[in-house]
């Protein structure tokens, strides 16, 4: 037998948000001075009391396996939680604890996706997505969305995507990468539509709480019993909590994928870490006025960013609502030469801008949207003003 690697592991592309922040990170350890556009990941510390709690999970002697679920502490917490702010009514055995919203999503495809059947994924989307369908054996379907509809697709063109091998759409509200939020009438068309024809909706909610200009979240499953019966609540503490590394994410759902979900994992990765699981109920089950303090700071960010890039000739953004990040356009830019170098697409783009002027930014091609790049905001206002410097520099500069 050849030592070779598996047909399937051939073909994956590696995360290119993770790439790029990791590029950052080594040019900034060699002595280069870069603004790091590039991960989504909140740059404020996880709050003291969340550390507390993990210290005394420690000293607790909390170090063993847990169900490989996760604990009933904090199964009941995301009860709770999802009850207390989305008005949903889960029992304990239809929720699951991963290590990570990105391993609750791998999860969900694992348990419900067979080679073939098609996902459709409204893009532009976060990176992960196609490809953890086809880890699955499953495919995914893009159905665009516009800039000026905030990219949200629109429902005929979902519809439209529709075939008899779909099992499954993806929505992701407040959405990575555009910040785009659907309203309760774009919610509603897929709800329909799902029940209609039977469909699974994975509704990833990582970013609810990101949330600015008093806008509130509604979840696809407050929109009834059925839909809720068909759809994947995703969810997790990374952004909210800035507790990325702490890799806690869960997922609730209908019972028996979730139980399907429970063996899959119990043989794959047993729990998440267990003085993780202790923080994370403590962050759900406590004051939540850090998460305020985070949102009200993320949206002067926000405010600041998208002024700055407007203010600049030949790139735009649109105004997001949520998350912490924007998508510069750059189309006007495209086909036109840096210092005698072609930019012929958004990887040209951020590669020459990182080389260049040292600002790191994830090309659209990594979320299928080729023509933008996008930007996390989720570093200091002093940051934000130093790379939309350099950007106006470089922009300047294109001839
Ligand atoms: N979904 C989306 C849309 C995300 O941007 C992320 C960020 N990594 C995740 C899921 C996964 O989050 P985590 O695994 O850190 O909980
Ligand atoms: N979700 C973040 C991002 O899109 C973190 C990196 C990742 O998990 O892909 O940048």
């Not at 005394?56 to 396996?65: F, K, S």
């Not at 590394?245 to 979900?261: F, K, Q, S």
């Not at 405010?303 to 998350?323: F, K, T, Y």
Request: proline share 4%; glycine share 8%.
């Amino acid at each position: 037998m050849a030592l070779t690697l598996s047909h399937r592991c051939q073909h994956i592309a590696p995360s290119m948000t993770l790439s790029i922040d990791a590029r950052a990170k080594e040019m900034r350890a060699a002595g280069f001075d870069v603004v790091g556009f590039g991960a989504g990941e909140p740059d404020f510390n996880t709050p003291q009391h969340i550390c507390d709690a993990a210290k005394e999970a420690l000293d607790r002697g909390m170090t063993r396996y847990t169900p490989s679920s996760g604990t009933v502490e904090l199964r009941r917490a995301i009860c709770d939680k999802l009850w207390r702010d989305n008005g949903l009514s889960y029992s304990l055995d239809e929720v699951i604890v991963s290590s990570g919203a990105k391993h609750s999503l791998f999860n969900v495809f694992q348990a419900i996706l067979d080679p073939g059947d098609e996902v459709i994924i409204p893009t532009p989307c976060w990176v992960s997505y196609p490809e953890m369908v086809r880890m699955a054996g499953g495919v995914p379907v893009f159905v665009r969305g516009h800039e000026k509809n905030s990219f949200v697709p629109q429902g005929e063109d979902i519809l439209r995507a529709v075939s008899i091998r779909t099992k499954a759409i993806v929505i992701t509200s407040p959405s990575n990468p555009c910040g785009g939020v659907w309203t309760s009438d774009d919610l509603q068309v897929v709800a329909d539509l799902a029940v209609d024809r039977g469909l699974y909706v994975v509704s990833d909610e990582i970013y609810e709480k990101l949330l600015y200009d008093g806008l509130w979240h509604v979840s696809v499953a407050q929109l009834g019993e059925q839909i809720k019966q068909q759809t994947f609540v995703i969810n997790g503490v990374s952004k909210c909590y800035a507790m990325t590394g702490w890799r806690i994410g869960y997922t609730a759902g209908p019972r028996d994928v979730i139980r399907a979900m429970g063996n899959f994992q119990s043989q794959a990765a047993s729990n998440a870490n267990s003085m993780a699981q202790h923080a994370a109920a403590v962050a759900l089950n406590s004051d939540q006025t850090c998460v305020r303090e985070m949102v009200a700071e993320f949206q002067q960010r926000r405010d600041l960013i998208v002024q700055r890039i407007n203010e600049v000739e030949g790139i735009s953004c649109a105004m997001p609502h949520g998350a912490f990040y924007v998508m510069l356009n750059i189309k006007k830019l495209i086909g036109r030469l840096h210092h005698g170098q072609h930019i012929t697409g958004s990887m040209e783009f951020a590669s020459m801008l990182l080389k260049d002027k040292q600002v790191a930014v994830v090309p659209g091609v990594a979320f299928e949207a080729e023509g933008y790049c996008r930007l996390s905001y989720a570093t200091s206002r002093e940051q934000i003003n130093k790379g939309l410097d350099r950007i106006a520099a470089f922009v300047s500069e294109i001839e």
